[in-house]
T-cell receptor, first 111, second 115 residues
Framework: QKEVEQDPGPLSVPEGAIVSLNCTYS??????FMWYRQYSRKGPELLMY????GNKEDGRFTAQVDKSSKYISLFIRDSQPSDSATYLC???????????FGSGTQLTVLP | DTGVSQDPRHKITKRGQNVTFRCDPI?????LYWYRQTLGQGPEFLTY????????KSRLLSDRFSAERPKGSFSTLEIQRTEQGDSAMYLC?????????????FGPGTRLTVL
């Protein structure tokens, strides 16, 4: 079983839609949960991270962690064409704080 | 622009050749990571430096791969006797000494194509 698994997509939505992106993880000891956005031919950029359970909101983005089911989600409200990118969940799994990433979900927001 | 630069941005090579990539970090970020990303997948951890010391290596880092970070500044990743399976994006990432995830930045990557 992979440490981090992500719904693969691709996902295509109309502008203004609410987007839900999801990952599951295997180890209940994990404490930090990250979401990255990666535009084509660029490196990943950190969108937000959460510690332990609960929700964290930043503008149109909300990250949610459910530790009981080992499930993490990223919600994008009022999606925009500029949100079109690949979204990656990631968890620090090693002693050096190296990240284990999900496989990514490619999102296209249609104008 | 994250302040992390990588060179070259693209490299095309023939199987069996050696290639070297360079990462120039943000100053005062002493943690440096190398990742590899294949098409349609998330990045996979290769190796980690704290200052000039290489402290962690993934099992993905075969003996054909070597990384250095002399003087704790820029880093190089060399692949010897390249294979077609080495074709990927190689990403460098930096993190500040505090280990704060808000201070982690990725470079734009070097895309390697092995023919």
């Amino acid at each position: 079983q992979k440490e981090v698994e992500q719904d693969p997509g691709p996902l295509s939505v109309p502008e203004g839609a609410i987007v839900s992106l999801n990952c599951t993880y295997s180890n209940s000891a994990f404490q930090y949960f990250m979401w990255y956005r990666q535009y084509s031919r660029k490196g990943p950029e950190l969108l937000m991270y959460t510690y332990s359970s609960g929700n964290k909101e930043d503008g149109r983005f909300t990250a949610q962690v459910d530790k009981s089911s080992k499930y993490i989600s990223l919600f994008i409200r009022d999606s925009q064409p500029s949100d079109s990118a690949t979204y990656l969940c990631a968890i620090p799994t090693g002693s050096a704080r190296q990240l284990t990433f999900g496989s990514g979900t490619q999102l296209t927001v249609l104008p | 622009d994250t302040g992390v630069s990588q060179d070259p941005r693209h490299k095309i090579t023939k199987r069996g050749q050696n290639v070297t990539f360079r990462c120039d970090p943000i100053s005062e970020h002493n943690r440096l990571y190398w990742y590899r990303q294949t098409l349609g997948q998330g990045p996979e951890f290769l190796t980690y430096f704290q200052n000039e010391a290489q402290l962690e290596k993934s099992r993905l880092l075969s003996d054909r791969f070597s990384a250095e970070r002399p003087k704790g500044s820029f880093s190089t990743l060399e692949i010897q006797r390249t294979e077609q399976g080495d074709s990927a994006m190689y990403l460098c990432a930096m993190m500040g000494a505090s280990g704060n995830y808000n201070e982690q930045f990725f470079g734009p990557g070097t895309r390697l194509t092995v023919l």
